[in-house]
């Protein structure tokens, strides 16, 4: 069985972050967020995983290389223009990649138990397609799927109207990529100019195919918006295990990951998590549901459920920092005595004086 991992996107809805990087490459916890995915294949034991890359796919060759570093090989696909998940699927049938059954993971999802459950059921069912379902609260954001007597019988992409509340969640398994190649070249550009998924599914259901589903057990999220990319933080957060391999002199209270090398002077309270040369002074206080990624300094200040990203320092003496993203490089300094919360969403090496 192979694996293909789809990371083409712009991700338009994390601007200003994503115009010096793929959202793909956003580092949560550690590691980046479409290592996520690949980790869900290779535990289902997949040692052949494509890629399909466009926006910035250079810096995600550069950050995964061949995936000996997972064990695994890594190919490499091209979607130049993006042209939906359908078209990036036809491009690992067109490639010559996808030459047996496989399963697409979208390189921005991350369910919270995997998906190993899910590859037990498609081949107990011996369906030629199988995809999972979760329920969401404003089904037009997502693909939905209309369900009479527990079968799948329509699948429709971002409703205007409340049809159903079961969202298509970004795990799709296939069978047969000649059936798929076959069903890929009946289809048309939708309304948004992409060929999308669930027209080449439903090729599948129109004519008798079987397409089988699962619903999706603990969370899902798909991290396209500001708000998803916090949300997947105290999600990720809150299922850690406290481990300490760095220095600890100031205090750590609740459930805490201290990576390597870093210096803990000031006061972590859990659940959080502290990267590698990360280096929290003794009048900083990072606040509960907060990530800190390798090698930032956080000088001074609070700082609660916020994502700071790599090489980052934060100075900012009594005030907070909450609800935030601050990207790469970035610089934060209050030079007045400003008591009270402050909300940021800033990109790569931005500099921010208050």
Not at 138 to 161: C, Q, S
Request: charge should be neutral; proline fraction near 3%.
């Amino acid at each position: 069985m192979k694996g293909l991992v789809l990371a083409a996107g712009e991700g338009s809805r994390l601007r200003p972050l994503t115009f010096s990087r793929p959202k793909h490459l956003i580092p949560l916890l550690g590691k980046p967020m479409i290592q996520y995915p690949i980790e869900d294949l290779i535990s289902v034991g997949i040692q052949d995983i494509g890629l399909v890359i466009g926006y910035f796919g250079d810096m995600i060759k550069e950050a995964l290389g061949d995936g000996s570093k997972f064990n695994i090989r890594i190919t490499y696909i091209v979607q130049e223009k993006r042209l939906g998940i359908a078209h990036a699927i036809y491009r690992g049938i067109e490639e010559n990649f996808l030459d047996r059954e496989f399963i697409v993971y979208l390189g921005d999802n991350i369910l919270s138990n995997g998906i190993a459950e899910y590859v037990t059921l498609w081949y107990e069912e011996g369906s030629d397609v199988h995809i999972l379902l979760a329920k969401v609260k404003d089904p037009r954001y997502f693909g939905v799927a209309i369900l009479r007597d527990n079968k799948v019988v329509k699948l429709v992409e971002k409703p205007k109207e409340p049809i159903s509340d079961m969202a298509v969640v970004g795990v799709y398994m296939f069978r047969d990529p000649d059936l798929v190649e076959k069903a890929f070249k009946t289809l048309k550009p939708s309304w948004r100019g992409e060929y999308e998924i669930t027209g080449l599914i439903q090729w599948f259901i129109d004519r008798g195919y079987k397409v089988t589903y699962s619903t999706a057990s603990g969370w899902w999220k798909d991290v396209g918006t500001y708000e998803g990319l916090l949300d997947a933080i105290y999600l990720l957060l809150d299922r850690i295990e406290p481990r300490t391999k760095g220095e600890i002199e100031g205090e750590v209270k609740g459930r805490v990951i201290v990576d390597e090398n870093a210096i803990v002077k000031g006061v972590v309270y859990g659940p959080a998590y502290i990267g590698n040369n990360v280096v929290i002074e003794k009048n900083a206080v990072v606040e509960h549901y907060t990530t800190i990624e390798q090698a930032t300094k956080i000088v001074s200040g609070s700082i609660m459920r916020s994502l700071v990203m790599d090489f980052s320092e934060i100075n900012i003496n009594k005030a907070r920092l909450i609800n935030s993203v601050v990207g790469s490089y970035s610089h934060i300094t209050c030079s007045k005595e400003i008591h009270g919360d402050i909300k940021l969403a800033i990109s790569d090496y931005s500099k921010v004086y208050l």
